[in-house]
């Protein structure tokens, strides 16, 4: 059983920084990416940063610059951190895991279960 358990969430003014964590637990074979998604009130979920297996990053041209995504060398968690936070980064952060539990398993989404981050003065 994958287990994804994010923290660190909570109200900061706008200017300010936060880190939101991301505890990874259970048995994966193999990780694709570990990523942070973003849930705006009455829109869709959409990725803000993810980092692939070869350690490239990736970023939402929103947060390039003002949002950094980094793991523990074993990768039981997962990391953002947010700096220069504006009004519409507010959303509830989910963490993301994308891999196999075994070789012959199929590529799964495991997803944590959200923590709110609000910036607003």
């Known amino acids: 059983q994958v287990q994804l358990v994010e923290s660190g969430g909570g109200l900061v003014q706008p200017g300010g920084s936060l880190r939101v964590s991301c505890a990874v637990s259970?048995?994966?074979?193999?990780?694709?990416?570990m990523g942070w998604y973003r849930q705006a009130p009455g829109k869709q979920r959409d990725l803000v940063a993810a980092?692939?297996?070869?350690?490239?990053?990736n970023y939402d041209d929103s947060v390039k610059g003002r949002f950094t995504i980094s793991t523990d060398n074993a990768k039981n968690w997962v990391y953002l951190e947010m700096n220069s936070l504006k009004p519409e980064d507010t959303g509830v952060y989910y963490c993301?895991?994308?891999?196999?539990?075994?070789?012959?398993?199929?590529?799964?989404?495991?997803w944590g279960q959200g923590t709110q981050v609000t910036v607003s003065s």
């Open positions: 980092l692939t297996r070869d350690g490239s990053t």
């Open positions: 993301n895991v994308q891999g196999r539990r075994t070789t012959w398993a199929p590529l799964s989404d495991y």
């Open positions: 259970g048995s994966i074979y193999s990780i694709r990416t």
